[in-house]
Protein backbone atom coordinates (compact mmCIF):
# COMPACT_ATOMS: atom_id res chain seq x y z
CA UNK A 1 0.00 0.00 0.00
CA UNK A 2 0.96 3.51 -0.55
CA UNK A 3 0.17 6.51 1.81
CA UNK A 4 0.96 10.18 1.69
CA UNK A 5 2.29 11.56 4.81
CA UNK A 6 1.73 15.26 5.48
CA UNK A 7 3.65 17.07 8.34
CA UNK A 8 2.87 20.60 9.55
CA UNK A 9 3.04 20.90 13.46
CA UNK A 10 5.94 23.66 13.59
CA UNK A 11 7.72 25.62 10.88
CA UNK A 12 8.63 22.49 8.63
CA UNK A 13 6.16 22.08 5.92
CA UNK A 14 6.67 18.13 5.27
CA UNK A 15 5.60 15.80 2.85
CA UNK A 16 6.28 12.37 1.55
CA UNK A 17 5.28 9.02 -0.27
CA UNK A 18 5.55 5.70 1.37
CA UNK A 19 5.26 2.53 -0.06
CA UNK A 20 5.27 -0.71 2.03
CA UNK A 21 7.38 -2.74 -0.44
CA UNK A 22 8.98 -0.09 -2.19
CA UNK A 23 10.03 2.12 0.93
CA UNK A 24 10.29 5.95 0.60
CA UNK A 25 9.12 7.10 -3.16
CA UNK A 26 10.00 10.89 -2.26
CA UNK A 27 10.51 13.06 0.72
CA UNK A 28 10.37 16.90 0.22
CA UNK A 29 11.18 19.38 3.18
CA UNK A 30 10.52 22.96 2.85
CA UNK A 31 11.78 24.72 5.81
CA UNK A 32 10.67 28.55 6.58
CA UNK A 33 14.11 28.59 8.95
CA UNK A 34 14.75 31.80 6.53
CA UNK A 35 11.81 33.83 7.30
CA UNK A 36 12.83 33.90 11.38
CA UNK A 37 16.35 35.18 11.67
CA UNK A 38 15.05 38.74 12.45
CA UNK A 39 12.41 37.33 14.96
CA UNK A 40 15.03 34.88 17.25
CA UNK A 41 12.38 31.97 16.68
CA UNK A 42 9.13 30.51 15.62
CA UNK A 43 6.17 32.94 14.98
CA UNK A 44 3.22 30.91 15.06
CA UNK A 45 0.98 33.02 13.04
CA UNK A 46 3.15 33.34 10.19
CA UNK A 47 4.21 29.60 10.20
CA UNK A 48 0.87 28.50 9.61
CA UNK A 49 0.54 30.95 6.97
CA UNK A 50 3.85 29.68 5.51
CA UNK A 51 2.03 25.95 5.28
CA UNK A 52 -1.01 27.55 3.67
CA UNK A 53 1.06 29.37 1.02
CA UNK A 54 3.35 26.27 0.35
CA UNK A 55 1.56 22.78 1.74
CA UNK A 56 -0.92 22.06 -1.93
CA UNK A 57 2.11 23.91 -4.41
CA UNK A 58 4.76 21.49 -2.64
CA UNK A 59 2.30 18.19 -3.33
CA UNK A 60 1.42 19.40 -6.43
CA UNK A 61 4.68 19.58 -7.78
CA UNK A 62 6.28 16.48 -6.43
CA UNK A 63 3.81 14.42 -7.84
CA UNK A 64 5.00 15.91 -10.73
CA UNK A 65 8.63 15.43 -10.35
CA UNK A 66 8.61 11.94 -9.57
CA UNK A 67 6.02 11.06 -11.87
CA UNK A 68 2.84 9.66 -9.37
CA UNK A 69 -0.29 9.34 -9.68
CA UNK A 70 -2.50 10.54 -7.10
CA UNK A 71 -5.15 7.91 -7.42
CA UNK A 72 -2.16 5.40 -6.67
CA UNK A 73 -2.55 6.24 -2.86
CA UNK A 74 -4.36 4.30 -0.49
CA UNK A 75 -4.74 7.17 1.97
CA UNK A 76 -2.98 10.08 3.72
CA UNK A 77 -1.39 10.21 6.97
CA UNK A 78 -1.18 13.65 8.81
CA UNK A 79 0.15 14.72 11.90
CA UNK A 80 -2.56 15.24 14.21
CA UNK A 81 -0.88 16.90 17.34
CA UNK A 82 1.10 17.57 19.58
CA UNK A 83 2.11 21.07 17.55
CA UNK A 84 0.84 25.14 17.06
CA UNK A 85 -2.52 24.44 16.45
CA UNK A 86 -2.61 26.94 13.28
CA UNK A 87 -0.45 24.75 11.41
CA UNK A 88 -1.81 21.47 12.74
CA UNK A 89 -5.18 22.74 11.19
CA UNK A 90 -3.18 23.72 7.60
CA UNK A 91 -1.90 20.19 7.45
CA UNK A 92 -5.64 18.21 8.02
CA UNK A 93 -7.47 20.56 6.26
CA UNK A 94 -5.52 19.26 3.05
CA UNK A 95 -5.37 15.94 4.44
CA UNK A 96 -8.98 15.72 4.48
CA UNK A 97 -9.66 17.65 1.57
CA UNK A 98 -7.68 15.64 -0.70
CA UNK A 99 -8.55 12.60 0.88
CA UNK A 100 -12.48 13.18 0.22
CA UNK A 101 -11.82 13.99 -3.41
CA UNK A 102 -9.83 10.82 -3.64
CA UNK A 103 -12.34 8.81 -1.80
CA UNK A 104 -9.59 7.41 0.38
CA UNK A 105 -9.40 7.14 4.05
CA UNK A 106 -7.18 9.33 6.65
CA UNK A 107 -5.41 8.53 9.45
CA UNK A 108 -4.15 11.18 11.94
CA UNK A 109 -0.38 10.80 13.49
CA UNK A 110 0.93 11.47 16.68
CA UNK A 111 4.32 13.50 15.89
CA UNK A 112 5.87 12.01 18.78
CA UNK A 113 4.98 8.68 17.98
CA UNK A 114 6.47 10.10 14.36
CA UNK A 115 9.76 10.94 15.66
CA UNK A 116 10.04 7.72 17.89
CA UNK A 117 9.62 4.64 15.27
CA UNK A 118 11.62 6.48 12.49
CA UNK A 119 14.74 4.49 13.30
CA UNK A 120 12.64 1.61 12.23
CA UNK A 121 13.27 3.13 8.55
CA UNK A 122 16.83 2.16 8.62
CA UNK A 123 18.30 -1.17 7.09
CA UNK A 124 19.57 -1.18 11.30
CA UNK A 125 16.04 -1.40 12.63
CA UNK A 126 15.17 -1.64 17.06
CA UNK A 127 12.95 -4.05 18.04
CA UNK A 128 10.37 -3.89 20.72
CA UNK A 129 11.05 -3.33 23.81
CA UNK A 130 13.00 -0.61 23.87
CA UNK A 131 14.17 2.56 25.66
CA UNK A 132 13.08 5.55 23.18
CA UNK A 133 15.09 8.94 24.07
CA UNK A 134 13.29 11.17 22.25
CA UNK A 135 15.49 14.91 21.86
CA UNK A 136 13.50 17.60 19.88
CA UNK A 137 12.66 20.96 20.37
CA UNK A 138 9.66 20.38 22.08
CA UNK A 139 10.66 17.36 24.27
CA UNK A 140 12.98 15.54 25.54
CA UNK A 141 11.82 12.32 27.16
CA UNK A 142 12.67 8.97 27.96
CA UNK A 143 9.76 6.08 27.19
CA UNK A 144 9.47 2.47 27.96
CA UNK A 145 8.23 1.51 24.25
CA UNK A 146 6.72 -2.11 24.61
CA UNK A 147 5.20 -2.36 21.16
CA UNK A 148 3.78 0.19 18.42
CA UNK A 149 1.52 2.47 20.65
CA UNK A 150 2.60 0.95 24.21
CA UNK A 151 4.48 3.91 25.61
CA UNK A 152 4.95 4.64 29.31
CA UNK A 153 6.83 7.87 30.12
CA UNK A 154 9.63 7.06 32.30
CA UNK A 155 10.77 10.77 32.13
CA UNK A 156 11.09 14.01 31.07
CA UNK A 157 12.05 17.95 30.73
CA UNK A 158 10.60 19.77 34.09
CA UNK A 159 11.13 22.75 31.78
CA UNK A 160 12.68 23.21 28.30
CA UNK A 161 13.27 20.93 25.58
CA UNK A 162 17.02 20.00 25.05
CA UNK A 163 16.50 21.52 21.69
CA UNK A 164 14.91 24.41 22.41
CA UNK A 165 18.09 25.09 25.29
CA UNK A 166 20.42 24.21 22.40
CA UNK A 167 18.79 27.16 20.59
CA UNK A 168 18.30 29.30 23.18
CA UNK A 169 22.04 29.18 24.21
CA UNK A 170 22.73 29.65 20.23
CA UNK A 171 20.97 33.00 19.71
CA UNK A 172 23.21 34.24 23.18
CA UNK A 173 26.32 32.87 21.19
CA UNK A 174 24.96 35.30 17.94
CA UNK A 175 24.57 32.07 16.13
CA UNK A 176 21.44 32.27 13.76
CA UNK A 177 18.50 30.32 14.06
CA UNK A 178 17.85 27.19 13.83
CA UNK A 179 20.56 27.30 16.57
CA UNK A 180 21.18 23.59 17.38
CA UNK A 181 23.64 22.46 14.04
CA UNK A 182 25.40 26.06 13.95
CA UNK A 183 25.95 25.77 18.10
CA UNK A 184 27.72 22.44 17.69
CA UNK A 185 29.43 23.65 14.29
CA UNK A 186 31.02 26.12 16.51
CA UNK A 187 31.41 23.94 19.71
CA UNK A 188 34.35 21.86 17.26
CA UNK A 189 36.76 25.01 17.22
CA UNK A 190 36.26 25.55 21.14
CA UNK A 191 38.51 24.05 23.91
CA UNK A 192 37.26 22.60 27.14
CA UNK A 193 39.09 24.45 29.78
CA UNK A 194 38.15 27.85 31.84
CA UNK A 195 34.12 27.10 32.03
CA UNK A 196 32.62 24.76 34.18
CA UNK A 197 28.88 24.79 33.73
CA UNK A 198 26.20 22.83 35.98
CA UNK A 199 24.32 19.72 35.28
CA UNK A 200 21.01 19.84 36.50
CA UNK A 201 19.33 16.95 38.31
CA UNK A 202 22.05 14.46 37.70
CA UNK A 203 22.63 12.92 40.42
CA UNK A 204 18.87 12.75 41.16
CA UNK A 205 17.25 9.14 40.88
CA UNK A 206 14.11 9.93 38.27
CA UNK A 207 14.69 10.28 35.06
CA UNK A 208 13.66 13.76 34.57
CA UNK A 209 15.33 16.69 33.14
CA UNK A 210 15.84 20.33 33.98
CA UNK A 211 17.50 22.17 31.58
CA UNK A 212 16.61 26.42 32.03
CA UNK A 213 18.81 26.73 35.16
CA UNK A 214 21.81 25.41 32.78
CA UNK A 215 20.47 28.18 30.65
CA UNK A 216 20.15 30.79 32.87
CA UNK A 217 24.00 30.13 34.18
CA UNK A 218 25.49 30.17 30.92
CA UNK A 219 23.60 33.27 29.84
CA UNK A 220 25.33 34.75 33.12
CA UNK A 221 28.41 33.56 31.59
CA UNK A 222 28.24 35.27 28.14
CA UNK A 223 27.08 38.49 29.48
CA UNK A 224 30.74 38.44 31.72
CA UNK A 225 32.84 37.23 28.85
CA UNK A 226 34.82 38.24 25.87
CA UNK A 227 32.12 38.14 23.34
CA UNK A 228 35.68 36.86 20.58
CA UNK A 229 35.79 33.22 18.74
CA UNK A 230 37.39 31.68 20.42
CA UNK A 231 35.71 32.62 24.01
CA UNK A 232 32.38 31.61 22.26
CA UNK A 233 33.65 28.62 20.42
CA UNK A 234 35.18 27.46 24.34
CA UNK A 235 31.32 27.65 25.39
CA UNK A 236 29.71 26.22 23.11
CA UNK A 237 32.15 23.04 23.46
CA UNK A 238 31.20 23.12 27.00
CA UNK A 239 27.56 23.69 27.17
CA UNK A 240 27.29 20.84 24.26
CA UNK A 241 29.63 18.32 26.70
CA UNK A 242 27.18 19.27 29.69
CA UNK A 243 24.19 18.64 27.95
CA UNK A 244 25.47 15.12 26.21
CA UNK A 245 26.48 13.92 29.77
CA UNK A 246 23.38 14.81 31.21
CA UNK A 247 21.37 12.52 28.37
CA UNK A 248 23.81 9.83 28.37
CA UNK A 249 23.96 9.72 31.81
CA UNK A 250 19.68 9.64 32.15
CA UNK A 251 19.35 7.10 29.34
CA UNK A 252 22.24 4.78 31.12
CA UNK A 253 19.75 4.97 34.46
CA UNK A 254 16.51 4.16 32.33
CA UNK A 255 18.09 1.23 30.42
CA UNK A 256 19.74 0.25 34.22
CA UNK A 257 16.08 0.49 35.78
CA UNK A 258 14.37 -1.75 33.08
CA UNK A 259 16.88 -3.94 32.39
CA UNK A 260 17.15 -3.42 28.78
CA UNK A 261 19.50 -3.45 25.89
CA UNK A 262 18.27 -1.40 23.30
CA UNK A 263 18.06 1.76 23.20
CA UNK A 264 16.33 4.11 20.14
CA UNK A 265 17.12 7.95 20.13
CA UNK A 266 15.20 10.24 17.96
CA UNK A 267 14.35 13.36 17.24
CA UNK A 268 16.23 16.40 15.95
CA UNK A 269 18.94 16.94 18.43
CA UNK A 270 19.88 13.46 17.71
CA UNK A 271 21.52 14.46 14.86
CA UNK A 272 24.19 15.78 16.89
CA UNK A 273 27.67 14.06 16.63
CA UNK A 274 29.06 14.42 19.89
CA UNK A 275 25.43 12.71 21.72
CA UNK A 276 25.79 9.93 19.23
CA UNK A 277 29.56 9.10 19.94
CA UNK A 278 29.12 9.20 23.49
CA UNK A 279 25.48 7.02 23.20
CA UNK A 280 27.68 4.36 21.30
CA UNK A 281 30.58 4.32 23.66
CA UNK A 282 27.86 4.33 26.66
CA UNK A 283 26.07 1.48 24.58
CA UNK A 284 29.45 -0.82 23.83
CA UNK A 285 29.93 -0.93 27.69
CA UNK A 286 26.66 -2.18 28.27
CA UNK A 287 27.14 -4.25 25.25
CA UNK A 288 23.82 -3.22 24.06
CA UNK A 289 22.68 -1.54 21.12
CA UNK A 290 21.72 1.73 20.07
CA UNK A 291 19.61 3.04 16.96
CA UNK A 292 19.24 6.23 15.29
CA UNK A 293 17.37 7.67 12.02
CA UNK A 294 19.76 8.83 9.16
CA UNK A 295 20.20 12.74 9.81
CA UNK A 296 17.61 13.94 7.58
CA UNK A 297 14.67 11.80 9.18
CA UNK A 298 15.93 12.63 13.09
CA UNK A 299 14.11 16.43 12.24
CA UNK A 300 10.39 17.14 11.25
CA UNK A 301 9.81 15.27 7.51
CA UNK A 302 6.86 13.54 6.24
CA UNK A 303 8.26 10.72 6.38
CA UNK A 304 7.74 9.88 9.33
CA UNK A 305 3.98 10.68 8.96
CA UNK A 306 3.79 8.31 6.76
CA UNK A 307 5.31 5.10 8.14
CA UNK A 308 3.54 5.42 11.37
CA UNK A 309 0.15 5.84 9.13
CA UNK A 310 0.89 2.95 7.41
CA UNK A 311 1.95 1.11 10.64
CA UNK A 312 -1.57 2.20 12.03
CA UNK A 313 -3.91 2.14 8.81
CA UNK A 314 -5.71 -1.48 9.24
CA UNK A 315 -7.01 -0.56 12.51
CA UNK A 316 -7.00 3.55 12.67
CA UNK A 317 -8.05 4.26 9.35
CA UNK A 318 -11.12 7.37 9.63
CA UNK A 319 -13.84 8.20 6.58
CA UNK A 320 -14.73 11.01 8.85
CA UNK A 321 -14.59 14.35 7.26
CA UNK A 322 -14.23 16.55 10.53
CA UNK A 323 -10.60 18.12 10.97
CA UNK A 324 -9.89 17.46 14.41
CA UNK A 325 -6.18 18.63 15.69
CA UNK A 326 -4.69 18.04 19.25
CA UNK A 327 -1.98 20.76 20.07
CA UNK A 328 -1.14 18.61 23.11
CA UNK A 329 -1.11 15.10 22.76
CA UNK A 330 0.98 12.91 24.72
CA UNK A 331 2.62 9.95 23.35
CA UNK A 332 1.46 7.56 26.51
CA UNK A 333 -2.50 8.19 25.02
CA UNK A 334 -2.08 6.40 22.00
CA UNK A 335 -4.01 2.91 22.16
CA UNK A 336 -1.90 -0.25 20.83
CA UNK A 337 -2.12 -2.07 17.58
P1 LIG B 1 8.94 18.55 18.63
O1 LIG B 1 9.25 17.40 17.76
O2 LIG B 1 9.22 18.30 20.07
O3 LIG B 1 7.59 19.12 18.38
P2 LIG B 1 10.53 20.06 16.78
O4 LIG B 1 9.73 19.34 15.77
O5 LIG B 1 10.68 21.53 16.67
O6 LIG B 1 9.96 19.73 18.25
P3 LIG B 1 12.74 18.59 15.77
O7 LIG B 1 12.44 19.06 14.39
O8 LIG B 1 12.67 17.16 16.06
O9 LIG B 1 11.95 19.42 16.87
O10 LIG B 1 14.21 19.05 16.12
C1 LIG B 1 14.59 20.38 16.02
C2 LIG B 1 15.58 20.66 17.13
O11 LIG B 1 16.77 19.89 16.91
C3 LIG B 1 15.99 22.11 17.20
O12 LIG B 1 15.86 22.56 18.53
C4 LIG B 1 17.44 22.09 16.74
O13 LIG B 1 18.23 23.08 17.34
C5 LIG B 1 17.88 20.71 17.20
N1 LIG B 1 19.07 20.26 16.47
C6 LIG B 1 19.20 20.05 15.15
N2 LIG B 1 20.48 19.69 14.85
C7 LIG B 1 21.16 19.66 16.03
C8 LIG B 1 22.50 19.36 16.41
N3 LIG B 1 23.40 19.01 15.50
N4 LIG B 1 22.82 19.43 17.72
C9 LIG B 1 21.90 19.78 18.64
N5 LIG B 1 20.64 20.08 18.35
C10 LIG B 1 20.26 20.02 17.06
FE1 LIG C 1 9.46 17.34 15.70
Not at 182 to 202: D, H, Q, Y
Not at 301 to 308: E, F, P, R, S, T
Request: glycine share 8%; proline share 3%; charged share 20%.
Amino acid sequence: MRILGIETSCDDTGISVYDSIEGILFNKVFSQFNSYNSYGGIVPELASRKHLEVLSKLIQNSFEEFNLDKNSINAIAYTAGPGLTGSLLIGASLAVALAFSLNIPTISVNHMEGHLLTPMLEDKKPKFPFIGLLVSGGHTQLINARGIGEYELLGESLDDAAGEVFDKVAKLLGLKYPGGSNLSKLAESGVRKNFCFPKPMINQKNLNFSFSGLKTFVSNVIKKEKFDFQTRANIAKEFEHVIVEILVEKSKRALEKLNYTTLVVSGGVSINKVLRKKLNNMMNIRKGKVFYSRPELCSDNGVMIAYVGMLRFRKFKSFDLRILVHPRWSITELKSI
